[in-house]
């Protein structure tokens, strides 16, 4: 019974590591591909291929996300909460992902959007949108009332929210407004820089969770002698 104790901890700890090693390994090969597109040199992956990374770069942050708040105490109550927004949210976002990669739902009636595919599409606008705010919560938490690696994934988390908030909201408007006949230009580079920048931030984040998650984990045996 101890010993199945003990090794709950790192069981938590290695599957929060071996999501993240493949997070990132995906990742950056779903940065080379989206790069390579931009500039006009498509890369030709096998179907297979684009299906798990598809698959691994949706499931690999719910699962971060779960053992980052089975790891935190019992008495953070705010984190618990904001990380299980989080994980509902990205769960709810991948079941309508399939939906609409898979055409599990009709995308057009009569040459028409049909009202479902509408409403659906902004509930997962809405979920989105509900998963970056539980983020920034947590990120402002941690920054504010904790050091170390959880200080760090604070900053991690309020610069996640800083890249989605100037990438998808403030430049693309602001290339629409001031490019003019350079605007496909610019959008090329807009987009590069904001894949570039995002993969980078949500790097870094789970990298963090990661090392917090193994702190957390450190410390909880302390917590409970003392």
């Not at 935190?72 to 904001?82: E, V, W």
Request: proline share 3%; with cysteine; glycine share 6%.
């Amino acid at each position: 019974m101890t010993r199945t104790k003990k090794s709950i901890p790192i069981i938590i700890y290695h599957t929060a590591q071996y999501a993240m090693y493949a997070y990132c390994i995906f990742a950056f090969l779903s940065l080379a591909i989206s790069v390579c597109g931009e500039l006009g040199m498509p890369i030709s992956m096998g179907r297979m291929v684009l299906t798990v990374e598809h698959l691994l770069l949706r499931l690999t942050p719910i699962v971060l996300w779960e053992m980052f708040s089975l790891a935190l105490p019992a008495d953070t109550r705010l984190l618990r909460y904001c990380s299980k927004v989080v994980t509902i949210c990205y769960m709810l976002t991948f079941v309508l992902g399939l939906c609409f990669r898979y055409d599990l739902v009709t995308m057009t009636e009569d040459g028409q959007t049909p009202q479902m595919v509408t409403l659906l599409t902004r509930i997962q606008g809405t979920i989105g949108l509900l998963s970056v705010i539980a983020s920034l919560m947590a990120g402002c938490h941690l920054f504010s009332k904790y050091k170390g690696n959880m200080h760090k994934l604070g900053i991690a988390l309020v610069m996640v929210f800083i890249v989605w908030l100037v990438g998808s909201n403030i430049i693309p408007s602001a290339v629409f407004y001031l490019a003019g006949n350079t605007q496909q230009t610019a959008i090329t580079c807009v987009n590069i820089i904001i894949e570039v920048s995002s993969t980078a931030v949500y790097i870094y984040a789970y990298y963090m969770m990661c090392r917090a998650i193994n702190d957390a984990m450190q410390d909880a045996p302390r917590d409970k002698t003392m």
